[in-house]
Every structure is written in structure tokens, then in C-alpha cells.
């Protein structure tokens, strides 16, 4: 999301950090792209939580077990299944860093917070 992005109404940006809890999975689509889904889960006070990821492409950072912290935004994509249509909430990565990376995912969370502070500075 660019900052010019961030003035419209609404903020849809989410920060996660955990680790692959499956191996990635990449699927050829339609149009010629890729898209890799993986999960990453993490730790709370209520317990474990997976939280399905994709992104566009194929990223070399993402293999089962590595810590990782992922920026991106929550989406529900809806699809046929069957003779139904179902849903998949899920976060879509703009950013994957290993944690071992720390500038890296430091520079990463500092322009989501930065984008949300030009959104409440507006």
C-alpha cells in the first residue's frame, strides 16, 4: 500500500510473527502467474494461532520451521468448490523477512506505522 493509498477510509494492514508451520505450496494460475500459500503460526495468550498466508510468486525465505514476519493485508477470496462456492480468509504478504533479518523487518513495520500515522494525521 502507498502512503497516497493510506488516506482513503479504512486501514487493512496486518504484521505477523511466527513460524512456517507447512511447507509452501505453489500453484500456476490461469494467467500465466504464481501464487505460493503457506502458513505461519504464532503464539497467544489464548494459545496457538495458524494464520494462512499467500503471495504473488515464489519466495526463496519460506520453508517449513524459519521464523519469519510477514506484512501484508486480510482478504476473503471466495471460489468454487464443487457444486458450491466457498471462502478463504487469508493474509496476502507484501513483505516476508526472516527474523534473523532484524533492519529488514524493522523497515518493514516502520512503514505500516508510518502509513497509520498518516492516516490519523490526516
Do not use: H, W, Y
Request: one cysteine or more; glycine letters at 6%.
Amino acid at each position: 500500500m502507498s502512503r497516497e493509498n493510506s488516506k482513503q477510509e479504512g486501514f487493512n494492514r496486518v504484521v505477523i510473527i511466527g513460524e512456517v508451520s507447512t511447507s509452501p505450496i505453489s500453484r500456476d494460475l490461469a494467467d500465466g502467474s504464481v501464487v505460493t500459500t503457506f502458513d505461519v503460526v504464532t503464539s497467544t495468550e489464548l494459545g496457538r494461532v495458524t494464520v494462512p498466508v499467500s503471495v504473488d510468486g515464489v519466495p526463496s525465505v519460506v520453508e517449513e520451521g524459519v521464523s519469519v514476519c510477514v506484512v501484508g493485508f486480510v482478504r476473503r477470496r471466495f471460489f468454487k468448490a464443487g457444486a458450491s462456492v466457498a471462502s478463504r480468509t487469508e493474509v496476502v504478504a507484501n513483505v516476508i523477512a526472516p527474523t534473523r533479518r532484524k533492519a529488514q523487518v524493522r523497515k518493514a513495520i516502520e512503514v505500516v506505522a508510518d502509513d497509520l500515522s498518516d492516516l490519523l494525521d490526516a
